[in-house]
């Protein structure tokens, strides 16, 4: 946070991050449904199919990685204002996005966020996605080698925006300060 005389200003992005998410599936969605449209019978409509999975591929990659920005700021803006700033930089900062989700609210509510739900698979699932996009996996020469979940899939676009709105749903239950009706407004908002 910034201070402008007197006045402290914060620097929000969680909002943002979750708009471009939404705005990337539904560029997924519109991908999905033109190229179901395409025949397979030539060599160029090959071709074709080929440029909408590289796009819908750069879009869900997109959405995938701004859904957890979004729970990472999230978090990290969640912890910094409910405990002090200095306590989150120095001691809570650096944990890993999972360790976030669990430390953070038991330490301003002395409740955790229950691990054996849809919502907490779902973040162990978008991390797993973010590192496989992250961390080079270099593939033999050969095509047989190349399997489908190498590949991103609409589903792994709606899960990870499903993610966001069931962990911080979770937030909200163990701590009802916590406002959750920010998540749909982004969804029109392309400003959010």
Not at 176 to 184: G, K, P, S
Request: with cysteine; charged share 25%; glycine share 2%.
């Amino acid at each position: 946070m910034k201070s402008c005389k007197g006045r402290q200003l914060q620097f929000i992005n969680y909002k943002t991050f979750l708009a471009i998410a939404w705005k990337s599936f539904i560029q997924v969605q519109k991908l999905c449904k033109e190229k179901e449209t395409i025949k397979t019978n030539t060599d160029n409509d090959i071709d074709k199919i080929c440029l909408f999975n590289a796009e819908i591929q750069r879009q869900s990659i997109t959405s995938i990685l701004f859904c957890t920005m979004t729970l990472e700021a999230f978090i990290n803006n969640y912890g910094a204002t409910k405990l002090t700033k200095s306590y989150f930089d120095n001691y809570l900062d650096k944990l890993e996005l999972k360790s976030k989700w669990i430390v953070i609210p038991k330490l301003v509510t002395g409740r955790q966020i229950n691990t054996d739900t849809k919502a907490y698979n779902y973040l162990t699932n978008l991390i797993s996605l973010r590192n496989k996009l992250v961390h080079t996996k270099l593939l033999g020469d050969s095509s047989s080698e190349i399997k489908s979940d190498n590949w991103l899939w609409e589903t792994d676009t709606f899960d990870a925006l499903e993610c966001v709105k069931l962990m911080i749903s979770e937030l909200n239950k163990i701590d009802n300060e916590v406002d959750i009706n920010w998540i749909e407004g982004t969804k029109k908002d392309p400003y959010a």
